[in-house]
């Protein structure tokens, strides 16, 4: 269980459409209150014994500690790679106004 107030939630994929769905379903479930798409973005990493180099994009979910462990449930479910990219980072301070408007747009 996650005890931060606020996180933020990367993933990445390797399309801006799935990027995109990701995003978008992620807020309809008000798992997330908003998510950020950036990319493309060059990866390179390790796979099955072998070095790739592909490009993806980056979704930077804004939730509440509260929230995270349905939307990594929510990722998991939704997401078409075997093992997702998912990294929670705590937001340590913010605008008051936005991190209260983030944590009411994650209550539903």
């Known amino acids: ?6 996180l ?3 993933t990445t994929t390797d399309a801006a459409d799935k990027a995109e769905a990701l995003a978008r379903g992620a807020v ?4 997330a209150a908003c998510a950020q798409i950036s990319g493309p973005v060059t990866s390179v990493y390790r796979w099955r014994g072998d070095i790739e180099t592909a490009a993806e994009w980056q979704v930077l979910f804004k939730t509440t500690g509260a929230r995270y462990d349905e939307l990594e449930a929510y990722l998991r479910r939704a ?11 705590e937001i340590v301070r913010g605008g008051a106004d936005y991190l209260r408007w983030l944590e009411e747009e994650t209550a539903g």
């Open 28 to 31: 309809e479930a008000r798992v």
């Open 8 to 10: 933020t939630v990367l």
């Open 1 to 6: 269980m996650v005890t931060a107030a606020w």
């Open 79 to 89: 997401h078409d790679y075997d093992t997702p990219e998912i990294i929670a980072t």
